[in-house]
């Protein structure tokens, strides 16, 4: 098994999918909260994210280590 397939097993392949289709537009909205923030530090209490990820605990950090391989090309 691939690590994607596992998160696919769990979750989807279609929410999988929907999930990595967004995340430019996640990173998009992420950077505009960002640089509306005041000060050195940044506060993610308030940031209303426009495409929430379903996945929890583990899974999240699963999910965001087959983002990062898609973006860089690798899957």
Known sequence: YRIKDLLEDKYGEELVRDALNNSHAREVAWNEHCARQEGIFVSAADFN??????????????FSFVENACREGKL
């Open 49 to 62: 994210d426009p495409y929430p990820l379903p996945f929890e605990g583990l899974w999240l950090a699963v």
